[in-house]
């Protein structure tokens, strides 16, 4: 149980395009998904937490329209990079946390090579 | 959101007992504890949780002492596999139910 997703697992993409990366929970639903992004040798950085049906709530220093989310359903958000650049070639990994649970569970990550 | 801190790296033999500790001082009262689990290019792995005292999985073992500053993760009999990055993280319930990460403890395990 508590298995989420993230499609596509890998992305090369040309600058200035966008990019969407899907993040479901597979079985279970949450009203709460979180966005993260880890670089080589470091941490992960949160962007963003997604609450179904409303705006998501950006961490300082993410620009909230270069980076879009929708979490339209209890079962999916998605992370739109736009005009993508080099420098946004990461590992963006989502979480997801069950209604009513405490704990989040990660998807498997999603690397995107800007060139 | 209560900072945690861990050793950065910890080195291990298969077939020992390894306990990483995490301080958080200012944990507080609504905050759970989790342990997860970080293999390169993979996402974070869900180990334990916990509020008070002990618990106990499949896996591993958390021990909380009353006063929650602090938590050990126990892992028995760790083998090569168990060599990861190990993240201490202490997040309110309700709420944004918010994980900041610190930079976890490295463990290699040797054979």
């Known amino acids: 149980g508590a298995v989420v997703s993230q499609h596509p697992s890998w992305v090369i993409c040309k600058s200035g395009t966008s990019v969407k990366i899907e993040c479901r929970s597979l079985?279970?639903?949450?009203?709460?998904m979180f966005w993260y992004r880890q670089f080589p040798k470091q941490s992960l950085m949160l962007m963003a937490t997604?609450?179904?049906?409303?705006?998501?709530?950006?961490e300082q220093g993410v620009e909230k329209d270069k980076f879009l989310i929708n979490h339209a359903s209890l079962t999916l958000s998605t992370l739109t990079v736009t005009s993508a650049h080099p420098e946004d070639s990461s590992f963006y990994i989502c979480?997801?946390?069950?209604?009513?649970?405490?704990?989040?569970?990660f998807g498997p990550g999603t690397r995107l090579l800007v060139l | 959101l209560a900072k945690t801190t861990q050793p950065i790296s910890m080195d291990s033999y298969e077939g020992q007992e390894v306990n990483i500790t995490c301080s958080h001082n200012n944990i507080a009262t609504n905050d759970y504890i989790t342990w997860y689990q970080q293999f390169p290019s993979q996402g974070p792995r869900f180990i334990i949780q916990?509020?008070?005292t002990k618990v106990t999985n499949e896996v591993a073992s958390l021990f909380i002492p009353a006063d929650r500053k602090s938590s050990t993760l126990s892992l028995p009999r760790v083998s090569l596999s168990d060599t990861a990055v190990y993240y201490c993280?202490?997040?309110?319930?309700?709420?944004?139910?918010?994980?900041?990460f610190g930079q976890g403890t490295t463990l290699q395990v040797k054979p």
């Open positions: 916990g509020y008070k």
């Open positions: 993280l202490v997040g309110a319930s309700g709420n944004t139910g918010k994980l900041i």
């Open positions: 997604s609450n179904e049906g409303s705006k998501a709530t950006y």
């Open positions: 979480s997801a946390r069950p209604i009513n649970g405490e704990t989040q569970y």
């Open positions: 079985d279970f639903q949450a009203t709460t």
